[in-house]
């Protein structure tokens, strides 16, 4: 990359281009809190007072932005829902496995996919005696969501983290896997998050808005983003059973690309989807196996339904292969 006054920086070895990333990044805001949620989480989970100890997935979910200015009023964004994630949460407590979410903030939540889009305005009513209550219509899915939620969250089972930036989010994946490091192989990351390929470093980036008339051209240089898949395997967690996903909307090269991924990154698994399609059905990539999950449209079923079950097997598999 030229830098702003025409040389040429040196190429970066991929050790330096990491800590290029996290020390050109803009301050961790509450750091130290999230940290502390973090320890208080997963000590609550590997010694619960039942004395059954959890399996902890770290699900990640929604697109990152890539932030253009420093006091950012333009950045450039990646497509996800959150639907994926939050649906996968839901069937990851289910299979009994306590979770973090870390989701892109405004993006969908667990328990609440059967909710309209403005909850708060479509769900309830004014009463004549100025009271508010629930539209009969919504009434059971708003209990379900109410209900469902509250319990996880009251129970430790699910801790919701969120962020908007690529900063954020590899900042707050980084401090979520070291701390998840003490449950070597109960450890999971499910990583559905969709994330910046490209970003503009913190120290590279104008402080104030972009001002458009002064050029036709808009010139902003985005950098690599340092593949940190490789960087959770082998450095923060590397007992963890790892499951990454890769989207594409050409099918012809979707395959190839999950088993580059997953031998790059020696993931456990690759979920590969392609974006009309990724409801319907995914194929999960593990060593030679290509597996085709899809959705049971009989009974209006979710594909994360089987796929979470087919993962959690496999993580099962992961498991006791340690203690053969
Ligand atoms: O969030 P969503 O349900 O709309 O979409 C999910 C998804 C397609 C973003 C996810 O399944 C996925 O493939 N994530 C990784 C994207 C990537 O290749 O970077």
Known sequence: MDSADG????????EEGVKAFFDSAPPFENGDGISEKLKQFIAHNSSPPD???????????????APLEQRCVRYVDNFSSGHRGATSTEYFLKAGYAVIFLYRRGSFQPFCRSLPDDPLLE??????DSNIRVREAHAEAVKRAIIDHHAAVADGLLLKLPY????????????????????????????????????????????????????????????????ML??????????AFCISFKLETDTNILLKKASTALEKYKMHAVVANELSTRKEEVVV????????????????????????KLLSGKHDSYIEESSR
Request: overall charge positive.
């Open 285 to 308: 990539v593990t060593g030679s196996a290509r597996i085709t999950v899809r959705r049971d449209k009989s009974t209006n079923d979710d594909v994360e339904n089987p796929l979470i």
């Open 230 to 239: 490789k960087v959770l395997r082998e450095k923060w967690a590397p007992s």
């Open 7 to 14: 040389l040429q920086t040196p190429q970066l070895t991929f």
């Open 164 to 227: 908007i930036t690529i900063f954020e989010y590899l900042q707050m994946l980084q401090m979520t896997a070291m701390s998840m490091r003490c449950l070597g192989r109960h450890a999971m990351f499910y990583l559905s998050a969709a994330v910046s390929d490209f970003y503009v470093p913190w120290k590279d980036m104008v402080e104030h808005k972009i001002q458009s008339g002064q050029s036709d051209l808009l010139d902003v240089k985005l950098v690599q983003v340092p593949k």
């Open 51 to 65: 004395g059954n100890a959890r399996r902890v997935v770290c699900v990640t979910s929604g697109g990152t932005t």
């Open 123 to 128: 769900c309830f009513e004014s009463t004549s």
